[in-house]
């Protein structure tokens, strides 16, 4: 168990539809990293928050968009749906408090099927 | 961005034998090297890294090595286990970018 959690663990709608998915970091970590995985693209980070401010954008599409809140737990919203947004979401933190080198830790991943 | 390949997509070994996997990357500029294990319906998990000022790190079976001239990196797994058996990623990032760039990841199966 490497202490991060997510909510929820699988998420089935509609193509158009909006869902809201949820990251709880490690305690003490700063940083939280979204990463998409895809059988086609593999793991594609999306986005980092870094204490509560966004550190860094990767292929994040527009129709995404995350925050990270005061007690550092963080929430990734995605919206107008499609069919090829059918992924698994992984959430990961580190600590990032000025070490050069920061090692993300991953959580258990909410499976998204859109239909 | 960096882009990280990583061979074979597929390794077979038999239980006790050891397994090899190769990363390449491209951004001369990257010096942090993770490799995480993923088991069936479970997130990664980190199970080693190794930074760029060195050319060698191991922990019981597992052990990594980086020719930075050439922009590869292997993990080395000794002995193997049936408890082995997963997908591996390796990846890589850099100072003040602390995203992670991601090989396609290799299944190992560990034939008892």
């Known amino acids: 168990d490497s202490g991060v959690t997510q909510t929820p663990k699988h998420l089935i709608t509609a193509t158009g539809q909006r869902v809201t998915l949820r990251c709880s970091p490690r305690s003490g970590d700063l940083s939280v990293y979204w990463y998409q995985q895809s059988l086609d693209q593999g793991l594609q980070f999306l986005i980092q928050?870094?204490?509560?401010?966004?550190?860094a954008k990767g292929n994040i599409l527009e129709r995404f968009s995350a925050q990270q809140f005061p007690d550092l737990h963080s929430e990734l919203n995605l919206s107008s749906l499609e069919l090829g947004d059918s992924a698994l979401y992984f959430c990961?933190?580190?600590?990032?408090?000025?070490?050069?080198?920061?090692?993300?830790?991953f959580g258990p991943g909410t499976r998204l099927t859109v239909l | 961005g960096e882009n990280v390949e990583q061979h074979p997509s597929t390794l077979s070994v038999q239980e006790g034998d050891s397994a090899v996997i190769k990363c390449t990357y491209s951004d001369s500029a990257s010096n942090y090297f993770p490799w995480y294990k993923q088991e069936l319906g479970k997130g990664p998990q980190l199970i080693i890294d190794?930074?760029?000022?060195?050319g060698e790190k191991k922990d019981q079976r597992i052990a990594v090595t980086l020719n930075k001239t050439a922009k590869h990196f292997s993990l080395h797994i000794t002995e193997t286990q049936p408890e082995d058996s997963a997908v591996y990623f390796c990846a890589a990032s850099k100072d003040g970018n602390n995203r992670l760039a991601f090989g396609k990841g290799n299944q190992v199966v560990v034939i008892p």
């Open positions: 928050y870094y204490n509560g401010e966004e550190r």
């Open positions: 990961a933190s580190s600590v990032d408090r000025g070490a050069i080198y920061n090692e993300q830790f």
């Open positions: 190794i930074r760029s000022n060195v």
